[in-house]
């Protein structure tokens, strides 16, 4: 599955910040869901890999800030697919 978002303005690094910040509120908010939540960017920060469980499931999705654009690329369990729809909202 792959998610392509426009980040209009944003600079690299202001996306960078943004992007790091929402996903440390997801494990937060989701914290009752979500169990051993990891994250790595690479050095120039604008590709990182992010993996966690979720209800049994192992989930790893790999970030790309290219071009103004942000790119999430990740496959989701079989029994998972039912909520991809929701999951790209």
């Given at each position: 599955?792959?998610?392509?978002?426009n980040?209009?303005?944003?600079?690299?690094?202001?996306?960078?910040?943004?992007?790091?910040?929402?996903?440390?509120?997801?494990?937060?908010?989701?914290?009752?869901?979500?169990?051993?939540?990891?994250?790595?960017?690479n050095?120039?920060?604008?590709?990182?890999?992010?993996?966690?469980?979720?209800?049994?499931?192992?989930?790893?999705?790999?970030?790309?800030?290219?071009?103004?654009?942000?790119?999430?690329?990740?496959?989701?369990?079989?029994?998972?697919?039912?909520?991809?729809?929701?999951?790209?909202?």
């Amino acid at each position: 599955m792959e998610i392509e978002y426009n980040l209009g303005n944003y600079s690299q690094e202001e996306a960078y910040q943004k992007i790091d910040a929402f996903l440390d509120g997801l494990v937060r908010q989701y914290s009752d869901m979500i169990s051993n939540p990891q994250k790595s960017w690479n050095e120039s920060k604008d590709k990182m890999n992010f993996a966690f469980e979720a209800k049994g499931f192992d989930i790893n999705w790999n970030i790309k800030i290219h071009n103004g654009r942000l790119i999430l690329e990740g496959k989701l369990p079989f029994a998972a697919r039912l909520f991809s729809g929701k999951i790209e909202r």
